[in-house]
Nanobody
């Protein structure tokens, strides 16, 4: 399994931007699709964006389309989430995760497809 560590969270005013980063350790990173998820207090964890092992963006939640951008650098073992035009409803703990199967895109909304998770990073957007 990959070890994943997120960073880049913080407090930002509505309309601002943050860039989250997820560093992965393990030689299989370049063969697995990755996803960003978030969980707000009292709510279920939800998928935000997904990118396949080749770097092709394949999924954004409707709530973040046009505002968030997912990218990855297989040479650096990182996946990032650029978040612009942030809203108070984006407040949550954000997690990166790696799919269980290599060379597989699957369903980015299905949390059970993901076998490795980071510890999460808090994003708070004030109004």
């Amino acid at each position: 399994q990959l070890q994943l560590v997120e960073s880049g969270g913080g407090l930002v005013q509505a309309g601002g931007s943050l860039r989250l980063s997820c560093a992965a350790s393990g030689r299989t990173f370049s063969s697995v699709s990755m996803g960003w998820f978030r969980q707000a207090p009292g709510k279920e964890r939800e998928s935000v964006a997904g990118i396949d092992w080749r770097g092709r963006v394949t999924y954004y939640a409707d709530s973040v389309k046009g505002r968030f951008t997912i990218s990855r650098d297989n040479a650096k073992n990182t996946v990032e989430l650029q978040m612009n035009s942030l809203k108070p409803e984006d407040t949550a703990v954000y997690y990166c995760a790696a799919q269980r199967r290599g060379y597989y895109s699957g369903n980015y909304r299905d949390l059970t497809d993901f076998g490795s998770w980071g510890q999460g990073t808090q994003v708070t957007v004030s109004s």
